[in-house]
């Protein structure tokens, strides 16, 4: 794979199109198997407010929301295991996941997110997991997303940036638990997906 541009936005490094389009479209496939056995299912949140975005997970864990909290389980809630980890997300981990961490461990799953039209994600930080040491790896798929990073503590600055199909997102060192959320998406902006829509793929080291 080329050298592809690199932006720093509040601590969150951000690579340009470090997926061609054969490569994109090689993980569309490998998302399609991880939804066929992992069927993507709309979480709630504890106050029983359905999530915009659609969600499964491949991996030893999978992350799952309902009236019970936000947790990472070891099974689908059908009760089925989650499918594995495809080596071609597993040599992203590793290509990217290397840049925030030398002592990179591998990761323990890969949380599968569609954004359909209308569909955002509010600012959050990503704080279920034992080991903020490893960084969180992310790659966007399909339509552009308005990606929103603030700070460790709630509230204050934020900056924006769009998503674009092929772009890597590394959440690591000081900027692990930064609040991050996606605000829309340009729905149709893309043709990978045929049906349109966007694809986020973060994986996670959860133990
Ligand atoms: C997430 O924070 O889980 C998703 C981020 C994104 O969709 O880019
Ligand atoms: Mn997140």
């Known amino acids: 794979m080329s050298e592809c541009e690199r932006i720093e936005l509040r601590g969150v490094t951000v690579f340009r199109r470090a997926l061609d389009e054969s490569a994109q479209a090689g993980l569309v496939d490998r998302i399609r198997e991880i939804a066929r056995a992992a069927p993507m299912f709309h979480p709630e949140t504890r106050w029983g407010k359905r999530m915009s975005v659609k969600m499964t997970s491949a991996g030893k864990f999978g992350w799952v929301s309902d009236r019970r909290g936000y947790r990472y389980e070891r099974r689908h809630p059908s009760g089925a295991d989650w499918p594995p980890i495809p080596a071609a997300v597993l040599e992203i981990w590793e290509r990217f996941g ?7 461990r591998a990761p323990e799953c890969c949380l599968v997110n569609y954004y359909g039209e209308g569909a955002r994600m509010g600012l959050h930080q990503d704080r279920d997991e034992a080991d903020f040491t490893q960084p969180v790896v992310s790659v966007s798929l399909g339509d552009a997303g308005l990606f929103r990073v603030g700070n ?6 934020t900056e924006s940036l769009w998503l674009e199909s092929g772009d890597v997102v590394v959440l690591g060192g000081a900027a692990r638990l930064v609040h991050h959320g996606v605000d829309r ?7 990978l997906l045929k049906d349109g829509g966007r694809i986020n793929l973060t994986l996670r080291v959860v133990t």
């Open 98 to 104: 290397a840049v925030a961490t030398p002592a990179l």
């Open 185 to 191: 998406i340009r729905f149709g902006s893309s043709g």
């Open 152 to 157: 460790i503590e709630r509230g204050g600055k």
